[in-house]
């Protein structure tokens, strides 16, 4: 173990580029990539990009596959629009309606007349599910219906956001309705003549998920051994309805490989770094499952510092930690107090729980996001500086990581 | 060494983020793949809020503390 030489972590330090990692975020979020969703074409053209980003960083590539079951998967913008009688209004999809995760597949559109769940006679209705009622106590009280509106707020560009993780389908077509829409349509079901027309094109795909590896130094003998992780799939495009998925979590991405390049020229020998781009997060961090158990079965032991989401700093990142993670703990609050970056516990539900499970050291780091699994995460929202941030903070832990926690506050002279 | 500064870090125990709240919550993990952590029954979590606030929405979180997180920054459900 050796004191590592600060003046040279400063120097690989300066030499992060905010302008770099923002642009690897514009590509990752263009239309070309179409969201990244595990198992399209988008997600795969995003791979092959991102090994070459890989490799030009100096790792040695290789890649691994993992089946990716039941993926829901809205083939068709749905077409939607209601009346109360007398005006007819269409719908927009994304804002005022989304297909929900529970959905039955109904291809064709249904016409029927509006009711509310366990208020009006359900056959042949669409019935509008009070707030206070679940789904499965709505299904109790839907025999014959046409379909399911369930009420859910929107985010604050008013759009509805996706999840690939969830309810598996159940036996009716269920839109999810925006909240302030849900209660015009009760209030119009009460007036009476009011009714509701729409299909729910959605249907469920078993696909092939795929991690990025590379190795960029190997450790010494007993010597610290860090796996730098990010996931680089999104929730996907839908059919007229774009998802960059800049924040989520191309922005991390960003990170890691801004993180790689600097540490792959400039590391102190006798430190060991990977790196670990993983898909299928967004379907229930199933790609972190996967590498978890090929560590495990390995009998590798890495500390793993993993980024989702360094789209927009809002004072402080948000830290996680599992597994045996407190040396790794001291590290990243002495590279916090090294780059000036306040670190606070907080959630980060993300691919480090996966790792953490499986008994490794396992960070999650944080920072804020704008447009949450919706259309508006888009690149133009990510903040180069919070980009920059993060990386100052990965670059700085995998450095000290050379040294003895316990003697790091002398060797960087904080006084706190 | 070039730069120290004091404010950056944890502000208190960096241990405490070992027992972050809303590690029970869902978020981008179905229920049957989520790494829960047991959580007590109606504490509102950061992330997903109350248990209560995601059965009544039939989602795994509460998407009004899953929004307000979001955009504080809190780093959660990513």
């Known amino acids: ?416 | 060494m070039t730069d120290v500064n004091t404010q950056g870090g944890f502000a208190g125990d960096p241990v405490a983020a070992l027992s972050v709240s809303g590690t029970g919550g869902c978020c981008g993990n179905p229920p049957q793949t989520t790494l829960s952590l047991p959580e007590p029954a109606g504490a509102a979590a950061t992330c997903c809020g109350t248990a209560a606030e995601a059965k009544a929405e039939n989602t795994c979180c509460g998407s009004a503390a899953k929004a307000d997180a979001v955009a504080t920054g809190n780093g959660c459900c990513g």
Not at chain 1, 38 to 48: E, F, P
Not at chain 1, 79 to 105: C, K, M, N, Q
Not at chain 1, 280 to 288: M, P
């Open chain 1, 1 to 416: 173990m050796t004191a590592p030489n600060l003046l040279d972590l400063d120097r690989a330090l300066a030499g992060i580029s905010g302008e770099r990692m923002a642009a690897t975020v514009t590509t990752l979020a263009g239309a070309p990539f179409t969201g990244r969703r595990v198992g399209t074409a988008g997600g795969a053209a995003a791979r092959a990009w991102l090994a070459d980003l890989l490799v030009e960083a100096g790792g040695t590539l290789a890649t691994s596959a993992f089946p990716v079951p039941a993926i829901p998967d809205v083939y068709a913008a749905p077409t939607v629009r209601w009346s109360d009688g007398r005006t007819t209004y269409p719908l927009t999809f994304g804002r005022d309606v989304i297909v929900h995760l529970s959905s039955a597949d109904l291809a064709d559109g249904r016409d029927g007349p509006l009711g509310v769940a366990g208020v009006d006679e359900p056959t042949g209705r669409w019935l509008l599910v009070p707030a206070a009622m679940t789904l499965t106590d709505a299904y109790r009280n839907a025999g014959g219906a046409l379909g399911l509106l369930v009420g859910r707020a929107v985010d604050g560009d008013g759009w509805h956001y996706t999840m690939l993780a969830g309810p598996a389908p159940g036996p009716l077509p269920v839109l999810t309705v925006e909240t302030g829409l849900h209660d015009r349509l009760t209030a119009a079901t009460g007036a009476g003549g009011a009714s509701w027309s729409a299909n729910a094109p959605i249907r469920r795909v078993d696909l092939q998920g795929t991690n990025l590896h590379a190795r960029l130094r190997s450790a010494r003998a007993g010597g610290p051994d860090l796996l730098l992780t990010a996931h680089y799939d999104g929730v996907g495009d839908h059919p007229r309805l774009r998802q960059p998925a800049a924040a989520d979590n191309a922005s991390g991405v960003a990170v890691i490989c801004e993180a790689a390049r600097l540490l792959s020229a400039s590391l102190p020998e006798g430190i060991g770094l990977s790196v670990a781009l993983l898909d299928g997060e967004e379907a229930g961090a199933l790609g972190s499952a996967h590498h978890a158990d090929q560590l495990a079965a390995a009998a590798d032991q890495p500390l793993v510092i993993n980024v989702d989401g360094a789209g927009h700093l809002n004072q402080t990142a948000a830290i996680e930690a599992g597994g045996p993670a407190h040396g790794l703990l001291a590290l990243l609050d002495q590279a916090g107090r090294h780059t000036g970056l306040p670190l606070a516990a907080g959630p980060v539900a993300s691919d480090n729980r996966r790792y953490a499970a499986a008994g490794l050291a396992a960070v999650g780091i944080g920072a804020g996001m704008a447009g949450y699994h919706s259309p508006a995460d888009t690149a133009d929202r990510v903040d180069a500086a919070t980009m920059t941030a993060i990386c100052r903070l990965v670059v700085a832990t995998v450095w000290l990581a050379n040294s003895s926690p316990a003697k790091l506050s002398s060797l960087i002279g904080d006084k706190r």
